[in-house]
């Protein structure tokens, strides 16, 4: 994925991520804000530190 994908897909996680935790109004406990906010911060690290799975560019398939 594009670093610019994960940059936009990154901040729009965190933001939902926030907005679901402290908006007054939000549709979750108010007991496991804290707990979204976590998941949505490993949600993103975890984007950005393990690569697609993929073959590269020199690598070469054996035919069967």
Not at 14 to 35: M, Y
Not at 44 to 53: D, K, L, Q, T
Request: proline residues 6%; charged residues 15%.
């Amino acid at each position: 994925m594009p670093n610019d994908v994960k940059a936009a897909v990154s901040a729009v996680t965190l933001v939902v991520a926030a907005v679901l935790a402290f908006w007054s109004g939000s549709p979750i406990r108010p007991e496991l804000s804290t707990f979204v906010v976590i998941v949505a911060v490993f949600m993103v690290a975890a984007m950005w530190i393990f690569p697609e799975a993929g073959v590269k560019k020199g690598d070469v398939r054996k035919a069967r």
